[in-house]
């Protein structure tokens, strides 16, 4: 359990912050980037959320709490080492990963083929979705970078790119099941 009774705590104003195991490193590092870039993500969808309702809601709250599980997951180096940990590290699990699938499926029987690329746009609820997208596909690209340099759970890079093509599809069915989606014309403006 988590307790939150101070706010500031001053460790982090020499450039340093600590991950899940205690160790400290540098708020630049990649693994504290990758994590930073999670949140971002999560507050991403906090905005769509107050465009979303019904179910649409219901599977953005998840992924909210998933998404705080992906950082908890980032922040905790040494897999490795989950069985010697005082308590067990939370990790993303692959159950996570077939549930956004399970979603894309199930949105994606409600759309017609797209015959065109989509430009990010039309209700605001899909405009956010797109920066969710966007935001979630920089976070899978720092994951990837970490992942080239320390150990990182393969469920939560799969969690990523999963999470990137729900809010595509789920942008669409924000803009009247894609209907109202807006469609990339190449060369329009030459």
């Known amino acids: 359990m988590v307790v939150l009774n101070k706010i500031y705590t001053k460790t982090g104003d020499a450039g340093e912050t600590a991950l ?44 909210q709490n998933d998404l705080f599980d ?33 979603e894309i499926d199930a949105m994606n029987a409600a759309l017609q083929p797209l015959r065109s690329f989509i430009l990010p746009g039309g209700s605001p609820l899909a405009a956010h979705l797109h920066v ?3 935001v979630s596909r920089r976070a899978e690209r720092m994951t990837v970078e970490l992942a080239t340099m320390e150990s990182v759970n393969e469920a939560a890079v799969k969690y990523l790119n999963r999470l990137s093509d729900w809010f595509f599809v789920a942008s669409r069915i924000a803009n009247n ?7 990339w014309v190449p060369g329009a403006n030459r």
């Open 177 to 183: 099941d894609g209907k109202d989606d807006v469609l």
């Open 70 to 102: 992906l950082g908890a997951d980032l922040c905790r180096p040494d897999m490795a080492k989950d069985a010697e940990a005082e308590y067990t590290p939370l990790r993303v699990t692959e159950a996570q990963v077939a549930r956004l699938e399970s």
């Open 132 to 134: 969710c997208r966007t």
């Open 20 to 63: 899940g195991n205690g160790a400290r490193v540098a708020k630049h590092s990649m693994r504290v980037t990758a994590y930073g870039t999670v949140d971002e993500a999560n507050a991403a969808v906090g905005v769509a959320r107050l465009h979303a309702s019904g179910d649409m809601d219901t599977q953005l709250a998840a992924i």
